[in-house]
C-alpha cells in the first residue's frame, strides 16, 4: 500500500496533531470504472454491518416482503443497524408477529440500547434488554421473514449452510462480480456469517444498487426499492444522534448511507449511479465518519446545504469536561 494515497484523519488538541488514522476509500460506477479512490482499495476486508442493503435484497426478490405486507419504513429497518429506540423495538415484534414467530426467534443476542435515554428508562425500571433490543433486529426478522415464506425451518438461519445465507452469499457475488466462497470468513457481532472482500467490490455492489439497470426486473425493482426505502426512513437505519440518519436527513433522500463495525462505511448515490465504499484502518467509527462525509464533499455530492448542517460531523470538535472546546478532527489527503 502507497499510504501517500490515503486518506487521513487527524485529530488536534491545541496546536498538536495528537492521532492520526488512515483510511482506504474508493467510489465506482455500476460498470466497475473507478471515479476515485484512495489507499489500498484492493486489500481484503470484512463489510460488516454496511453491506446490510445488499444482504436485504432476498427479502424483495424471494417475495417474502411483499407477501408479508412490508411498509417501506420496514424494508429500511431490515437495512438496520438501529439505536433500539421504542420505534425500532416495536417494528421487529409487529414484523414477527406478522411472519408468525417472536422474540425467541431471533438468534441474535440481547444488549442495551445504543440510544443513552432508552438505556437508562430501562435501568429506571430494571429491565433487561432482549433480543429485541439487538442493533440488528431488523435484519434478522428479514430473515425469518424470509425463511418462513421459502417454506425452510428458521432454526439456524444465522449458520453459513442455511439457504438464508446462501441466498445471501449467491446475491452478494453477483452485485460484486466477486467470488465469496473462497474468501475469508468469520462471524459478526450480531451471529451471522462475515466475507471478505476488497473494498472495491463492495463499492462496486452498492453502485449496482445505485444503478441497478440491466440486472433483470426483479434484481432492479428490489435495489430501487431498498435504496429508496433507506433514504426515505433514515430513522428507521439508525435513529437519534447517529450520522446515517442525520446525514440522509440533511442529503434531502438524494443519498443512502450505511456504517458498519472496525471503521467501515457504505454510501449509495442513485442521481450519480456511484457506490462509495469506506474502511478506517484503525477500525473508529471516530475516522470512517468524517472521512465519508469528506468523500462525499470532495466528490460534489454533499452540497453546501447539507455540509453547513453536517458541519459539526465533518469537523468533529473535541471538548473538555468543562464544556469549552479544546480541539478538531479534520480530513485531508496526504500529499
Known sequence: ?????????????????ESIHYCDAVAVDAHGDIIAAWGDVEREIYSRSSAKPLQALPLLETGAADHFGYSDAEVAFACASHNSEEKHTTTTVQVLDRIGLSEPNLECGPHMPYHEPSSEAMIRASQAPSRLHNNCSGKHAGFLATAVHMGESPAGYVQYEHP????????????????????????????????????????LGMARMADPTGLGAVREAAARRITGAMAAHPFMVAGTDRI?????????????????????????????????????????????????LWVLQK?????????????????????????????????????
Open 244 to 292: 446515517d440518519t442525520v446525514a440522509m436527513q440533511a442529503l434531502d433522500q438524494r443519498v443512502a448511507l450505511k456504517g458498519g463495525a472496525e471503521g467501515v462505511h457504505i454510501a449509495i448515490v442513485p442521481e450519480r449511479g456511484v457506490g462509495i465504499a469506506l474502511k478506517a484502518r484503525c477500525g473508529q467509527k471516530r475516522a470512517s465518519e468524517p472521512a465519508m
Open 1 to 17: 500500500m502507497n499510504l501517500s494515497e490515503s486518506l487521513l484523519v487527524e485529530v488536534s488538541r491545541g496546536t498538536m496533531v
Open 164 to 203: 438464508v445465507q446462501r441466498r445471501i452469499t449467491e446475491s452478494m457475488c453477483e452485485m460484486m462480480d466477486h467470488d465469496l466462497t473462497t474468501t475469508s470468513r468469520g462471524a459478526d457481532g450480531c451471529g451471522i456469517p462475515v466475507l471478505g472482500m476488497p473494498l472495491s467490490s463492495l463499492a
Open 299 to 335: 466528490l460534489g455530492i454533499l452540497g453546501d446545504s447539507a455540509a453547513d448542517q453536517l458541519q459539526d460531523w465533518l469537523n468533529p470538535p473535541i471538548s473538555n469536561t468543562l464544556g469549552n472546546t479544546v480541539g478538531a478532527v479534520s480530513v485531508r489527503e496526504q500529499s
